[in-house]
C-alpha cells in the first residue's frame, strides 16, 4: 500500500514539473532551460521505464509462485482417514481446491488441512 501512495506522488511531482511552463527568457536562458528540460525527461522516462520493470518483474514472480505445485494432506476427523493431492498454490481457496489432475475438492470446516512444498 505504501509504494502504491509513493507511486502515485512521484507520477503527481512528474506531471506538475512536466507541465508548467517556464516564461520568456533571453536566449542564452533558454538554451540551459531547453538542456534542464529534455534532462527531465529523459529522468522521467527512466524512471517510468524503472517502475515498469519493476511491475513485470512482480507480475512474472506473482505467477510463478502461483504455478507452484505443492503437496495437499487433507486430514479428516471424521473418517478417521487421510488423503494427499499434488494442487497449484493458485488453485487452493479457503473451502476448495482444484488438483493438478482438475479434480474439485471441497472441504468441510472439520477438514484439516496441510499444505507442504513439492520436491
Known sequence: MLTKIL???LVIVGAFFYLRKPARLPAQT???AEGKSIMLRYIFMGLIAVSMLGST???YWNWQDGNQVVTVTIVS??????SVYHVRKKDIFNNK???VEGIHIRLSDQDRV??????
Open 7 to 9: 507511486i502515485t506522488a
Open 97 to 99: 481446491l482444484t488438483t
Open 114 to 119: 496441510i499444505i507442504a512444498n513439492s520436491m
Open 77 to 82: 476427523p471424521i473418517k478417521d482417514s487421510t
Open 57 to 59: 518483474g512482480y507480475w
Open 30 to 32: 533558454e538554451i540551459e
